[in-house]
């Protein structure tokens, strides 16, 4: 078997060279072909109980639809894949498969894993570049309206899912254009823009209508919203409140949250500045302040920004950080540094205000904590300063209080995250379903859209059966 | 799209005001609550509070200075034209209470954001007075409506082109010194809100004003808008726009509005060059 793995290696993924793309915001990797993925899903052993699909959240039929491209059926391929997962082409893009199907795939076990994601990618690609958009058949109108509170991962699966029901779906979402953190947070090179349009556009093909620039908990309320004869409620608002470090001189001119540096960057497409009216601040020296996805998104984008050097400040070990490895492996093959086991203590300033570097301590990984992990423990007197103009605070996201807060009759947890029901989304709020990272904290795409999907069932019972 | 149905061009051309149809927005606003706008596809979000919302014809009207890129273009909208998106009302509203005697102080656009502040406490039946500033007579704007809206109106101009010849600080003292003021409203320039502050804090009189730091998103997502205040870092959009004066760090929020300053420029006069040689 091992022989067989090494005799029978994964099929690469091109991608852009890291000296060129480190400058540029096209995406890095650029797809199978059809001869690759035919040869990538060649190396799928069909197993007769899959592992993969008990790793993947929303089990995805992974042995069927890879049997499919093997025959070379691209087109029943993804309409296989769409029966479990309405974004395929986003999760084989932004999935950490590497610790879901892939994780668990046999033939890691001696060699490289299938390349799941890539072929999930690769249907999808294929059916939007290839495919008549055919729209798959509707259920009859059943008269019931529902509002979907924010257009991320879960708001979209809720929308999609309902609408093929027959419900009347609209979406509200805050910002001016749907999508949440698809399109304000993860960046171009790693999520292209156009793919999301595409995604909401078949949504709106389906009949579902959307309303942005609508803040609910501002604009209209959640009473206000059944008074205008909404029958039933998904709140999908995600988890967005920036968290910082609360340090001394966190104010200073050049300290960003990572969610304000993506948004002005993705969404505003600041990168283009002044080409667009929104600017952002151009760092030499950027120190990035954690080492999640978020971290590495804003540390690659700062890179594309044109930085001199970009380094990663983190206080654990490698081991230890959350992002995906593959994001991890690109952003060091463009260059981006690793400052790992070393703790930001304070920021330091210029008279004008300005970020000039801060002070850091280097530490070492002492007893485990509560969590298992190792804790790292500071080391004494090895303190030092790092020079730098721009640092991204990407050190995770609370729950943004903004529509809870005017919203006293859905009950919250201690953190401030929505409660709900387990297995049907519902919410302490008769009528009202939430789901995504407003319930769960700050998780993955393909959770938030688990969650949507088994809210949106459990509201089609409410509607056909009642509460 | 939000469409403009009035536009009036006052101070000389450098201050616009728009009234826009956005019913939704309309229908909730209350005063000192504002709304983010933005003209154009690759336009940038920019906050206003709102100077008027009129429930009824479903408008909301703002007043700004043209002062960059942004507001240029806002500029050039015409009747008839629309603003992309407007996102609101965000924001908390002014806390009205009657307390008796109370000053508002305005100085440039914040004389816009003062107006339905001043009207509604006049309303709930406090004595108001009023001390608007500009600095000089044709850059005074509402001036008449301010007069409405409060008791008494004191109007000031830096160069003693109208009114008091001086800074809208002056006068405030001196109403001060008459005693019993319960409170004091300042909305302007930041150094402005700063030195009423600083003189009220003498005369133990509370103070509120509005802050209008770099915004983004408006619905605390960002943190772009964190502001100092008693020493703790507060997101203006969601936990203002209005705070304690006596507690605010104003030299912190000078240095940060101007963050983007050279860009800023840059950006315009790229837009003016090519604009005019057109
Ligand atoms: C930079 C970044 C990189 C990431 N990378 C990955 C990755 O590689 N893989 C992965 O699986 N996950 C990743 N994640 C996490 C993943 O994106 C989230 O878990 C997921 O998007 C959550 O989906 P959601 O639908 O719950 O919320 P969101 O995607 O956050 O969407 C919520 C939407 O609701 C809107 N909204 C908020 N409040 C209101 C309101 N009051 N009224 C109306 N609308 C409102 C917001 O504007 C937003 O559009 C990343 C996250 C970030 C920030
Ligand atoms: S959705 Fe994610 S976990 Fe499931 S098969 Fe696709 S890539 Fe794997
Ligand atoms: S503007 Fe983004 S948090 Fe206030």
């Known amino acids: 078997m091992a022989e067989k793995a090494k005799k029978n290696p994964r099929v690469a993924m091109p991608e852009q060279d890291p000296q060129v793309r480190a400058r540029n915001f096209l995406e890095v990797p650029t797809g199978y072909t059809p001869k690759m993925a035919q040869e990538e899903a060649a190396r799928c052993l069909q197993c007769k109980k899959p592992a993969c699909v008990a790793g993947c959240p929303v089990e995805v039929d992974i042995p069927g639809f890879i049997d499919l491209i093997s025959q070379g059926d691209i087109t029943a391929a993804i309409r296989n894949l769409w029966t479990k997962n309405a974004l395929p082409a986003v999760c084989g893009r932004v999935c950490p498969q590497e610790i879901q199907c892939e994780g668990k795939c046999i033939v890691g076990k001696k060699g490289e894993p299938v390349a799941i994601g890539n072929l999930e990618r690769f249907c999808a690609d294929y059916e939007r570049e290839n495919g008549t958009g055919e729209l798959p058949p509707k259920a009859e109108a059943t008269g019931k309206k529902v509002a979907v509170v924010g257009s991320g991962p879960s708001g979209l699966t809720v929308a999609g899912d309902l609408i093929l029901k027959g419900h009347d779906v609209t979406i509200l979402e805050a910002f001016h254009k749907p999508g949440g953190v698809l399109v304000y947070g993860i960046p171009e090179f790693r999520l292209p823009k156009d793919i999301v349009a595409q995604e909401v556009n078949f949504l709106e093909r389906l009949g579902v209508k959307l309303e942005c620039n609508a803040v609910v908990g501002r604009t209209v309320s959640l009473d206000e919203l059944f008074e205008e004869g909404y029958d039933a409620i998904y709140v999908g608002v995600g988890a967005g409140l920036p968290r910082f470090m609360n340090l001394p001189g966190e104010n200073l001119v050049g300290i960003l949250s990572a969610n304000e540096y993506l948004t002005r960057a993705n969404l505003m497409k600041a990168y283009k500045f002044p080409e667009v009216d929104t600017p952002i601040p151009m760092g030499k020296n950027v120190v990035v302040l954690g080492a999640g996805n978020v971290a590495m998104d804003a540390a690659r984008t700062a890179m594309r920004l044109g930085a001199e050097n970009v380094r990663v400040v983190y206080r654990r070990s490698r081991e230890e950080m959350p992002a995906r490895q593959a994001e991890i492996h690109h952003a060091e093959e463009e260059g981006i540094e690793m400052y790992l086991l070393t703790n930001p203590t304070q920021y330091l300033g210029n008279e004008k205000g300005r970020l000039t570097g801060m002070e850091c301590l280097k530490m070492e990984l002492g007893e485990p904590d509560d969590s298992g992990r190792r804790r790292p423990v500071p080391i004494e007197g090895s303190e030092f300063h790092l020079e730098c103009d721009l640092c991204i605070v990407a050190v995770g996201s609370g729950a943004n209080p903004l529509l809870t807060s005017e919203t006293p009759d859905m009950k919250l947890n201690q953190w401030g995250y929505v409660m709900t029901e387990e297995h049907s989304g519902k919410t302490t709020k008769k009528g009202v379903w939430a789901g995504g990272d407003i319930v769960t904290g700050a998780a993955t795409v393909i959770l938030a859209m688990g969650a949507g999907r088994e809210a949106a069932n459990s509201i089609h019972d409410y509607l056909t059966l009642g509460w | ?278």
């Open chain 2, 1 to 278: 799209m939000f469409k403009i149905v009035r536009r009036e061009e006052m101070a000389e051309g450098t201050v616009i005001l728009n009234e826009i149809e956005a019913p939704a927005i309309a229908k909730k606003a209350l005063p000192g609550q504002f709304v983010i706008l933005k003209a154009g596809e690759d336009g940038e979000r920019i906050p206003l509070t709102m100077a008027y919302t009129d429930k009824d014809n479903g408008t909301i009207t703002i007043i700004y200075m043209v002062v960059g890129k942004s507001t240029e273009l806002f500029k050039e909208l015409q009747v008839g034209d629309s603003f992309t998106d407007v996102i609101g009302p965000l924001g908390k509203a002014t806390h009205l209470e009657k307390l008796g005697k109370v000053i508002c102080v305005g100085g440039g656009t914040g004389v816009a954001v003062l107006h339905p502040i001043t009207r509604a406490m006049k309303e709930i039946g406090n004595d108001v007075t009023c001390i608007i500033g500009a600095r000089t007579k044709d850059l005074l704007i509402l001036e008449e409506q301010m007069t409405e809206a409060s008791h008494d109106l004191r109007v000031c101009t830096d160069d003693g082109s109208y009114g008091h010849h001086g800074f809208v600080t002056d006068v405030m003292k001196e109403v001060l010194e008459q005693g019993d003021v319960k409170q004091v409203v300042a909305i302007g320039p930041v150094p402005m809100m700063k030195a009423v502050s600083n003189i009220t804090k003498e005369f133990n009189v509370p103070t509120l004003v509005s802050l209008n730091p770099i915004m983004v998103d408006g619905t605390g997502m960002c943190g772009g808008c964190r502001v100092s205040v008693a020493g703790e870092t507060k997101f203006a959009c969601v936990d203002g726009p209005e705070f304690d004066g006596h507690q605010v760090d104003y030299d912190e929020l000078m240095l940060r509005l101007q963050a983007y300053l050279e860009d800023e420029k840059k950006c315009h006069n790229d837009y003016c060059t090519i604009r005019d040689a057109q």
